[in-house]
């Protein structure tokens, strides 16, 4: 395996005594007295190269240090037949292991110095590692290295990559999410959150007293049970009371001063009046009969009719001759000031479905 590693630039030009100084990444004149200083040492002439078409401003603090601008390949014959490689760069450090070149490594911490003394551990190599020009007067770093140690350590680990990679490949497949799979995830989280987002401003809201800007039916009927006084309130089904209106919202309901619990009663027709917290008419039709209230609030005319969907499937609140119920499903609910008779809010909310929609007329 030496022989092979030797052996490795034969298609290359033959051996060239000289210095190869890799300064890949952030030239310093530090560096650059690095590279004089083996240059004197050895007595030998140097070859740097730096990052690709690198400007002359990016080598200045090199000096006037030899720095061809090389291809590739050319780097690659470079390394092959150098005496010594000296490099600030992880991958030239790499590259002189594989080759079996001496070299000395400068660790470059704006680009992980960390990866640099792990990777010279494993192979016992730490004494070829320096931080600065202080360092390269240190004993026994320009010896010749013993990459039979070297090599061996590195066909260990090239086994335990290599088995790592057949368990891997061989190892049963996860269904794995694809690019449109974690981008609906994510767009679903973000519809949670903006709902989550809706129903806090609207609670929000709603408990600031803003009526017609809660859509949420619990909150609602709160609302309405703290801001009775002074209200004519007014409660119509069409339809049906709704399979999904539950015994904690029929009891919150009943804070609003009705009587009758709407919980379970399906297909019924139902009227309601509460005019400045009092209960001035309340009805539940029975089967399929419509309920009709015609009465006053003040000197306002009231109209209210309540109508199942086998006969009529009608909502109407009339004030004045104006009809402001929204005429949806479930329970419509029309508030207005008492004394002016002013809207203040009209709503539906559809407690046929457990999700109590809310409806206005601009939607």
Known sequence: KMHQRADFGANFRGSCNCIILDTATDPSAEKGNI???AMNKLGMPCEIFSEYNCSKKYVAPLGDLNIPELKTEERL???INCDLFITDSFHGTCFSIIMGKPFISIINKARGADRFRTLLKTFHLENRLIESERDINRPGLFDPIDYSEVYSILDSERGKCLKWLSDAIKAPK?????????MRKLIDKQKEEISQLKLLVTYLMGRSGFLAYTTELSTYIDLLAKQKKGKLIVISVKDTPGLQLNSEIADQLMQIGIKTNLSKKHSRSYVAVIDNEKVVFEKLG???NSVIYQGKSGDHELHVESMVYKNGNLSVIRLDGTDYSVNRRGLNIAVF???QGTL???VAFD????SFDCYRDDE
Request: hydrophobic share 40%.
């Open 337 to 339: 000031d008492s004394e």
């Open 35 to 37: 590279f004089r200083y």
């Open 351 to 354: 407690t046929h479905v457990a």
């Open 77 to 79: 014959q470079t390394i």
């Open 344 to 346: 203040i809010d009209s």
């Open 286 to 288: 029975e089967a399929l």
């Open 174 to 182: 996860e269904a794995l999410f694809s690019d449109y799979d974690i």
